[in-house]
């Protein structure tokens, strides 16, 4: 029936003028372009928010050390976490769920392709808008300012007297955009992955990634709305004398946290479940076994997404709320540990008894198993409230995230760009460049957020841009800039084996890692249409079905 | 440990040998026995833990004040430290002075918190956990220190330009010692003929804004309360030494000392400075 795949436009020869390409670049409605583009966006705002983050290690590599004045140490950490979180991690999941998603569930697109295409729009147009404060904060005589009140901005910061200028509407104004075009995404994906699986595939045979891409997009729903609320309600204040933060006429800053945290907990799960997701693909293949305890695995996801809306407030054990509720929030986050436990065990379970193969991928994804553990203790560490009352704020907590967010999340998203860049690009990666540049950044990441840890304890708190000598910090922040080197090295390699693989265009085939899911069933890279047919699938692993007619999955699915 | 000498041990065991030809492995779906395992565990532990705790911070957050505990209200400003101590009538900043506890007949300090301008944060270590300072709200902490000493600590909360520079330094003194210092405390500012000339300069210009010296007309609120400003060691909330010289290049320009602090520099005469410095000096 849906054989006419000639008239595509892929078809199209390769020589077209590069305005012509760079045009359907920016007009397209395509899941894996947008996809790409997302991708793309988010690795230039990496290195943008490391270039950000080596500025700062290097003013604290030595105590009393004057590379940079407070006010632009100041700037650098609110542009560091703002970019990392909102304009890396962020779309570089998405970029990874709009490209993999239809893919998976044998489609042809997402739900809303020109929805898709808005949301990209709105998010990367709002990381321009942030970076353009730093031309044009000030308003007037174009001298402008980043943004200087720290990536959650607690009020009374972020107020007219305080903040003067438009460096903070910079900020307020490019979430509340990118804000939008998440929750376009989340919608988007929910609906996706609902309502456009191909025939056969019950919500209990989709592949793991989409039921963890599909309680992300739940919690983009419910979480980022408040942060957008927030965001206006902020903005009142400061320009329609309005009075939510505003202290001084009996607004509230605990207030603003609330907003903040309601967003902000959740939107760790937002990323670590895209991670989750990832890592729940990689290890089955790689360890030649299917996962284990599929449906415990979503389970444990739902459980996660679910608990992860009611422990914001453990940000909060320093601000003096009651005995009771500071309870509460220890339980609930403690409680997270037990199904981020299961999926840890599961994992390993799946690797038990297999045949692993230590591709770049794998290896990524160990990488994440070891340090996802490890930034799970401290995380258990730190719910304990009297525990977070001395290192709640300190460069522990600096630590704990980091190795949450780079050692866990990131690790994964590395681990996905291998996994997946043959079947996106249609070339091979090189797998020594690959292999250097796991060994660079894993030891840069052990000597910059393991000895990261030690300061903290040793009483050193975030956000300060200089420090006195003598109180035992000095030699661990030198090790931990130290480790800057080698992640530097590491992002390097990596982009030279980016170029490596332009140049070298070794043909990756349609299915290099003799996986199950259905995107390694059509070409590499795909065509606009995904699949020639719309496959049918019996299991959850269609083709090992394929592979193994003598003992397909459809026969022990329950 | 067990959960990572596990994945050691699975990543050793269970890795691909060269000789093995490409045949799959054996395929196993999951096992119930084995998930009801590995949450019931996880779950007793997490019990044990939040029991543990909840009964720490009740321990903490509930604790009775003692009939003799010492009172101080801790106002957080952008960027140094206020301390009065209502029922002493003492007004110092910067540093906290309190008297060591005896554990048989303990005098906890409680502190009250505020905040005059932004959030900030109470955290001396070695002392207790922090505890916010927040604009328009109280807060409470205590401490309860056995050892004398100088305990150092500072702002624990991003609080502008100079968060960096908004440092604790909490003297814990025998009884005896912290009585002497409450007396000398209570004093009114000294008068001495010899530095009446800084004195003029000092009250007629905006120093007493923000600056109170008990006493005189210098009655401002905003900045420390400088009564008795040479019975501390440092200045600038514990950033320098208080030496008349640094003591005169913070009155020149604050931001050489400390950028971004809220005293903005005077525009005195080097004659005008070194008259100020030299009435400074006489506060003990």
């Known amino acids: 029936m849906a054989t006419e795949s000639v008239t595509f436009p892929a078809a199209l020869p390769i020589s077209r003028p590069l305005v012509d390409r760079l045009h359907e670049w920016v007009t397209t409605v395509d899941h894996k372009r947008l996809g790409i583009l997302y991708i793309g966006y988010a690795l230039v705002f990496l290195c943008i928010g490391g270039i950000e983050a080596t500025i700062m290690r290097v003013q604290l590599m030595v105590p009393h050390n004057d590379l940079v004045p407070p006010q632009v140490f100041n700037r650098l950490f609110t542009m560091h976490g703002t970019t990392m979180i909102f304009f890396v991690a962020m779309p570089i999941v998405f970029g990874f769920a709009n490209y993999m998603l239809p893919l998976m569930l044998g489609a042809r697109d997402m739900a809303f392709p020109r929805l898709n295409a808005f949301s990209f729009w709105l998010t990367a147009f709002g990381g321009l808008l942030l970076y353009f404060s730093v031309l044009g904060a000030s308003g007037l005589y174009g001298a402008g300012n980043a943004p200087d009140v720290g990536w959650f901005a607690y009020a009374p910061l972020t107020s007219q007297t305080f903040s003067r200028g438009h460096s903070t509407d910079f900020w307020t104004l490019s979430l509340l955009v990118s804000g939008i075009g998440s929750i376009g995404t989340a919608v988007n994906i929910l609906t996706t992955i609902l309502c456009v699986r191909c025939p056969g595939m019950t919500l209990g045979k989709m592949p793991m990634f989409a039921w963890l891409i599909l309680v992300m997009a739940f919690l983009v729903l419910l979480c980022v709305g408040p942060l957008t609320a927030a965001q206006i309600m902020l903005t009142i204040d400061r320009y329609l004398g309005g009075h939510f933060f505003d202290v001084q006429a009996g607004g509230s800053a605990v207030v603003w946290m609330h907003f903040f945290w309601i967003f902000g907990h959740p939107e760790v799960y937002v990323l670590v479940m895209p991670a989750f997701a990832i890592v729940s693909e990689i290890i089955p293949v790689f360890s030649r076994k299917g996962l284990f305890g599929y449906p415990f695995m979503v389970a444990a996801g739902l459980a996660i997404g679910f608990l992860a809306m009611s422990v914001w407030a453990h940000h909060m054990f320093t601000v003096g709320m009651s005995s009771s509720a500071n309870t509460f929030f220890v339980m609930t986050t403690m409680a997270i540990g037990v199904p981020t436990g299961i999926k840890i065990f599961n994992w390993l379970a799946t690797m038990w008894g297999g045949r692993i193969h230590f591709k770049v991928p794998m290896l990524f994804c160990l990488g994440f198993l070891f340090q996802f553990l490890i930034a799970g203790l401290t995380g258990i560490m730190l719910s304990a409230a009297p525990f977070d009352w001395q290192l709640g704020n300190s460069y522990f907590v600096v630590a704990h995230f980091h190795y949450v967010i780079v050692g866990g999340i990131l690790f994964a998203v590395f681990g996905a760009f291998y996994y997946w860049f043959p079947k996106m690009s249609g070339w091979m990666y090189s797998e020594i460049l690959g292999r250097l540049h796991f060994v660079l950044f894993l030891i840069g990441f052990h000597l910059t957020f393991d000895f990261m840890h030690i300061p903290g304890l040793l009483g050193m708190p975030r956000r300060i841009y200089t420090y006195e000598p003598g109180r035992g910090w000095d030699i661990w922040n030198l090790i931990v800039t130290a480790g800057v080197v080698f992640q530097g090295a590491a992002i390097l390699v990596f982009v030279g084996g980016l170029v490596w693989a332009y140049f070298r265009r070794k043909p990756a085939g349609n299915d290099p890692w003799d996986a199950w899911t259905l995107e390694w069933a059509t070409s590499s890279p795909p065509a606009p249409y995904n699949f020639a047919v719309i496959p049918v699938v019996r299991s959850r692993r269609p083709l090992w079905d394929l592979k193994h007619p003598e003992d397909p999955d459809w026969k022990y699915d329950q | ?284």
């Open chain 2, 1 to 284: 440990m067990v959960v990572f000498s596990l994945l050691a041990y699975a990543v050793v065991t269970y890795r691909n040998r060269i000789d093995d030809d490409n045949r799959e492995p054996a395929q196993v779906y999951g096992s119930n026995q084995v998930e009801l395992a590995w949450t019931v565990i996880p779950v007793l532990i997490v019990l044990a833990l939040f029991m543990a705790s909840s009964r720490v911070i009740a321990t903490i957050q509930n604790a009775e004040r003692p009939a003799n505990a010492i009172e101080v209200v801790a106002t957080g400003h952008q960027f140094w430290w206020e301390y009065r101590y209502p029922g002493l009538k003492v007004v110092t900043a910067n540093e906290l002075h309190v008297p060591v506890s005896d554990p048989s007949n303990p005098t906890p300090t409680f502190i009250t918190l505020l905040s005059a301008d932004m959030d900030h944060s109470f955290w001396v270590p070695r002392l207790a956990g922090k505890t916010d300072l927040i604009p328009n709200r109280m807060n409470h902490t205590w401490i309860d220190p056995h050892e004398v000493g100088l305990y150092l600590g500072q702002c624990a909360q991003y609080c502008g330009t100079q968060h960096a520079k908004m440092l604790l330094r909490v003297y814990v003194q025998p009884r005896a010692e912290f009585d002497r210092w409450i007396q000398e405390q209570q004093q009114q500012a000294v008068t001495n003929q010899a530095v009446s000339e800084g004195r003029q300069v000092f009250e007629s210009t905006a120093c007493v804004n923000c600056h109170t010296v008990s006493g005189t007309r210098a009655n401002g609120r905003f900045g420390p309360d400088l009564t008795h400003l040479m019975s501390r060691d440092t200045i600038a909330s514990g950033v320098a030494d208080n030496t008349p010289e640094n003591l005169r290049q913070w009155i020149e320009n604050p931001d050489a000392i400390k950028p971004g602090a809220r005293m903005p520099a005077m525009g005195l005469g080097a004659r005008q400075v070194e008259a100020v410095v030299a009435y400074l000096a006489t506060l003990r």
